[in-house]
């Protein structure tokens, strides 16, 4: 099956974003947990190593999903293939 050149931008803009999340997803999850110790700041009264581990990558985590079901519903609506209202 032959993709239209229309598929194919469509694909090519979900695996961008998909790629741009996954570094960020790494970025919180590995390096700033790698690096966590030399991190030696206050961050709302508590070390910023500690904060990041408890609660900042949760919080990095939510955005992603956030951001990523926000611009596919987008991109789905601009390309016609978003599941349309159910409201």
Same mark, same amino acid.
């Given at each position: 099956?032959?993709?239209?050149?229309?598929?194919?931008? !469509?694909?090519?803009?979900?695996?961008?974003?998909?790629?741009?999340?996954?570094?960020? #997803? *790494?970025? %919180?999850?590995?390096?700033?947990?790698?690096?966590?110790?030399?991190?030696?700041?206050?961050?709302?009264?508590?070390?910023?190593s500690? !904060?990041?581990?408890?609660?900042?990558?949760?919080?990095?985590?939510?955005?992603?999903? #956030? *951001?990523? %079901?926000?611009?596919?519903?987008?991109?789905?609506?601009?390309?016609g293939?978003?599941?349309?209202?159910?409201?």
């Open positions: 099956m032959q993709l239209t050149a229309r598929h194919q931008e !469509y694909w090519k803009k979900t695996l961008n974003i998909t790629a741009i999340l996954m570094v960020v #997803w *790494f970025v %919180a999850t590995f390096v700033l947990g790698y690096y966590a110790r030399d991190l030696n700041f206050d961050f709302f009264g508590w070390p910023f500690f !904060y990041m581990a408890a609660q900042g990558s949760l919080v990095i985590y939510v955005v992603i999903i #956030w *951001f990523y %079901a926000r611009y596919m519903n987008n991109l789905d609506h601009e390309y293939v978003d599941e349309g209202d159910d409201e």
